[in-house]
């Protein structure tokens, strides 16, 4: 009976076929769960009353059919637990590497032209928290991609002209620099130029200034004092001891306005170093005194000397007749000159009046 039953569910067995192994999904995909296998027929014995069949209707199977009943569904037990296994082992590997967020790469994609050329991000675009949020500043995000500049391919014809530009432009810089250099050795040139113009005009004025002077010097009036003549002492006729020396113009132009203040007086000789020569006197005009002209002064004593003593006094022996004075004029150049002197008087055997100059108060401007 139970042959029979099994033998009854063979057709379906047959007609099903063997069960489908699963197969293995790609790492990258989550595996579909793997279909439930079909009810089977159970093999329990019906407990219906078996009926009686004759041994000779009994038809022995083929043995060409397959596997008996009970052979393939231990197959299938092994396939199932081995597909459990799978799945099991699949799961595990799964918890222990993390699913990648990126998405699979197409097999093909049409080709697209490339994007224009843009800006490199510089490290100051990148955020200061990139690195500490796990971000790297050389890989893009969504949040922050990645620019990449495309630098243009250049040939060995733009290459030239590239050199050849830069070549022109150091030239003209060059050009540039000589022409500031130019102009700069152009404006000192000019600076130096007007500066020994300056100097030369004002030598030239100093020089004619200087010729003028000279010119005043060479043609100016000059008056000295030089030996006129002088008187003795005579009491019987009421003459005291004067002098009358001469003031001449040895200059080239008169002398205006002369006035002179002379006095005389019997004096020691030689005459001290620290004797005053007062000139308590009044002014005498004398006009205007010519080129090479002439003009007297008169000075007599302001007392008559010892008439024992007075050939002491003409020899010059221990006393003696001084004369003194300054002379005052103007020049033709509208300029006051003045003229000192001093002299001492003696006698000679013959008559005739010998002169010294004293060294002191004989000075001229």
């Known amino acids: 009976m139970a042959l029979a039953a099994a033998l009854g569910a063979w057709p379906s067995f047959a007609q099903q076929g063997a069960p489908d192994v699963p197969v293995a999904p790609p790492a990258d995909q989550t595996p579909a769960p793997a279909p439930e296998a079909p009810a089977q027929p159970s093999a329990t014995p019906s407990t219906e009353p078996a009926q009686s069949v004759p041994a000779d209707q009994i038809e022995p199977a083929p043995a060409s059919e397959g596997p008996a009943p009970a052979q393939a569904k231990q197959t ?54 990139a690195m500490t949020d796990g971000i790297s500043p050389h890989r893009g995000t969504d949040d922050m991609p990645l620019i990449i500049k495309l630098l243009p391919q250049t040939t060995p014809e733009e290459r030239a002209q590239a050199a050849a530009a830069q ?98 007086d019997i004096l020691p000789v030689p005459l001290p170093d620290n004797f005053a020569l007062p000139l308590e006197t009044d002014e005498v005009s004398s006009g205007n005194v010519g080129p090479q002209q002439r003009s007297a002064i008169r000075a007599a004593a302001n007392a008559f000397w010892d008439d024992a003593d007075v050939d002491n006094v003409r020899r010059a022996n221990g006393r003696a007749l001084y004369v003194w004075g300054r002379v005052t004029y103007e020049d033709a150049f509208n300029v006051e000159r003045h003229t000192n002197f001093c002299q001492m008087l003696s006698w000679l055997p013959t008559g005739e009046v010998w002169v010294y100059y004293n060294p002191r108060h004989n000075e001229a401007d």
Request: net charge positive.
């Open 167 to 264: 070549s022109q432009q150091r030239d003209a810089a060059l050009r540039d620099n000589n022409k500031f250099h130019l102009a700069l050795t152009a404006l000192l040139s000019g600076l130096f130029l007007v500066a020994g113009y300056v100097a030369l005009k004002v030598r030239q004025i100093a020089s004619h200034e200087r010729a003028g002077e000279g010119d005043n010097i060479r043609m100016r009036a000059y008056l000295s004092v030089v030996v006129g003549g002088a008187v003795t002492q005579d009491r019987s006729r009421n003459v005291r001891f004067e002098a009358r020396p001469l003031i001449i113009n040895t200059g080239q132009t008169p002398a205006y306005k002369v006035r002179y203040l002379a006095r005389a």
């Open 76 to 129: 299938r037990s092994k396939a199932t637990a081995a597909s459990a296994q799978n799945r099991e082992k699949k799961a595990a590997s799964r918890k222990k590497a993390p699913t990648p967020t990126t998405a699979p790469v197409p097999l093909a994609a049409p080709a697209e032209p490339p994007p224009p050329a843009q800006a490199v991000a510089s490290p100051a675009e990148v955020p200061d928290n």
